[in-house]
């Protein structure tokens, strides 16, 4: 075995105690110290006058100690020690926790240089757990030192001598990952020399220089391993399907008209399910595009060439919503349509995976039962999976392997620029449908304070006396103790207790499926007025007559979530009305929220989104089954990444 691969506690100094801090940091092998990569650095030789400092700063000042050092001892285990000091432009504390003895090392009256991280707090500018230097000794003082992600009771020269160790033990064995071409074609270092300089650099420079190697390199074989997945896909035998769809034709079936970005689409599908590769093909748009409906229409051609279709998506309830729009939109067609999930009774669900195996059901809408090992199909000739950011590449590979290489359709609202969608999808072909159906109009959006939730309930009671409908979103279901969180059961109690007269329902992920379905169903015949709801309406609900949203703690949302939510009304010609009620004063979440006021534009609310939260947390990249990239950030290195991407192409079509 290497000795990079060898668990890291064969390194001295790593015991027990310390083997499970480093693990929390993702080191379990000698490598992994290696690509710990630090997170900043930290220029002892750029010296900063003390009015110029900011907060946060890594820096060093030069400056006079001013007077004694004292030790202040607020409770007992900690001990505190703060000395003044000063240059000719201002006057700064360094302050120490529990490292008393560095009082040994300062002499009132002389000068010496600081270096660490800059606090300003209690109206003082402050250096805590700074490192002393003499200025005499320059060689020791010169060097570019890295600040690495850290994690409780391991401290960065801890890390440091780790990291310096498992370099010296293990990089010889280190093997270079890009080509020769690539290194040259964009003047990157070779691996070795990335390692040394990322980690024990001379320059900022080189340290910059290896920067982009690495982030390079974690593009480059994500792009390398998509691509080739792609072509593995593409060069399986597919069903060749008769073009058996006239879009005039199936345009008829629907009682509005289909935007040309949805015919665009459906054209592209056509291309591919009678073309002899399988498709696998990813339909991007925003909220209420009308991308279910270019699904539909990938059925019907799957059902006229006697295939059968399975549709999955991530929740009971909406999956029981595509099932009701799916069956409704094919009723004029001879075609059997069921729906599977986990709640329904034992009986109802042998007799479908019975008609499923014998070829009677020829669409299935389901949850993740879908991929369940004891159901198989007669002919699956097509595979539909809704909100793909919430499955996993997994998930959509089990599902396809239920039929022989079946065309492969899958659907996010999530908007997301094409060069993330590329980095995400780049095994499947990418449709946008970037234009909404010409009766959709844009949801007026307010941001209010709780004190006003009396006013916001009484416009919604004025709109249902017009005879629309409307949303209550709660973070919560349940009441807590915390009085500034908002469950549907607290505002149930508000809306009772204030005297309202209008009928309402409360729907969330915990009641039975029968339930869901039933108020969902009234809510859609217009017998319930306002339903009180989670964010488990975020998508997939379609009630055409609902003209009012109000969203309880909007704060606890994200922007993305928040568009997803907002897109269950303005279904219609009615004027809608989105009304966030916020319980905060933070000014950075109310200038978040202002971005969704100001906008009704899904892809540039999912890139704010993605800026404020990043793209894991918002995508739930791990899902996809990518890796985590350890340096590499997909948003502020885009360029970056565009550039890989036409590399990597190129480089695969000349290889």
Known sequence: MKISDKPVDCIKGVGPTRLKLLKKLGISRVKDLLYHFPRDYMDKGNIVDISRVKNGQLCTIAAMVDGRPVDIRPRKGLVITKVAVKDKTGRAFAVWYNQPFVKKQLLSGKSYLFSGKIQIKYGEIQMVNCKIFNPSSNKTFSRIEPVYPLTEKLTQAILRKLIAEAYKLCIDEVEEVLPDAILKKN??????????????????????????????????LLQLALIKQKQLFKNKRGICFKDKLNIGEFEKILDFSLTNSQKKVILEIKKDMTSNKPMNRLIQGDVGSGKTIVAIAAILLAFKNNYQSAFMAPTEVLAWQQYQKIKKIL????????YLAGSLAKNKKESILKDLRTGKIDVIVGTHSLIQE????????????????????RQRALLRRKGINPDVLVMSATPIP???????????????????PPNRKHVKTYMVKHHLRKRVYDFVAREVDKGRQGYVICPLIEDTQSANWKS??????????????????????????QEKEETLQKFKEGKIQVLISTSVVEVGIDVSNATVMVVENAERFGLAQLHQIRGRIGRNNFES??????????????????ILVNNNDGFYISQKDME????????????HGLPEFKIADILKDELLLKKVVRDVEAYVKDY
């Open 374 to 393: 004891n159901i198989s199909f007669n002919n699956l000739g097509l595979v539909v999976t809704d909100e793909e950011h919430r499955f996993g590449v």
């Open 418 to 436: 094409r060069t993330l969608a590329l980095a995400l999808y780049g095994d499947l072909d990418i449709s946008i449908i970037d234009e909404l």
């Open 612 to 623: 404020l939260r990043g793209p894991g947390e918002l995508l739930g990249i791990k899902q």
């Open 187 to 220: 003047r990157l270092p070779g691996i070795k020399t990335a390692f040394k300089n990322i980690h024990f650099p001379q320059t900022l420079e080189a340290a910059q220089r290896a920067i982009k190697r690495f982030k390079y390199q974690e593009f480059f």
């Open 577 to 594: 009305h989105c009304i966030l009620i916020c319980e905060t004063d933070n000014k950075e979440t109310l200038k978040k929220l202002k």
């Open 331 to 338: 009723s004029s067609f001879n075609i059997t349509i069921e």
């Open 488 to 513: 549907v059961e607290n505002i149930e109690k508000f809306i009772i207790n204030s005297g309202y007269t209008f009928s309402f329902k409360i729907l969330h992920g915990k009641m039975k499926a």
